[in-house]
């Protein structure tokens, strides 16, 4: 059974920075990225990175977000810099396998005041 831990979600104000921690196996994967859900709105893609390394962002987050992992210490990880309300959401981990299959973390919330 494969488990997604996130954190490190919070309440920040508009302009300042938080980084999110998931804890994963990360090198199984094919790929793995974060998603977020605002209230109201459809879950999308906030950023991926595949097991080569390639990224790809959403274009709101494009310039302020960055995702990375880190093999040693099986965890994937979402800096996420000049935050803005719009920004405020719960943010999920996603792991996809090699056959597609997804996996996903319970989320972890991220509330931007302006």
């Known amino acids: 059974q494969v488990q997604l831990a996130e954190s490190g979600g919070g309440l920040v104000q508009a302009g300042g920075s938080l980084t999110l921690s998931c804890a994963a196996p990360?090198?199984?994967?094919?790929?793995m990225g974060w998603y977020r859900q605002a209230p109201g709105k459809q879950r999308e893609l906030v950023a991926r990175i595949t097991r080569g390394g390639s990224t790809t962002y959403g274009e709101s987050v494009k310039g302020r977000f960055t995702i990375s992992r880190d093999n040693a210490k099986n965890t994937l990880y979402l800096q996420m810099n000049s935050l803005k309300p719009e920004d405020t959401g719960v943010y999920y981990c996603?792991?996809?396998?090699?056959?597609?299959?997804?996996?996903w973390g319970k989320g972890t919330l991220v509330t931007v005041s302006s």
């Open positions: 990360v090198t199984i994967f094919n790929a």
């Open positions: 996603n792991a996809q396998g090699f056959r597609y299959e997804d996996y």
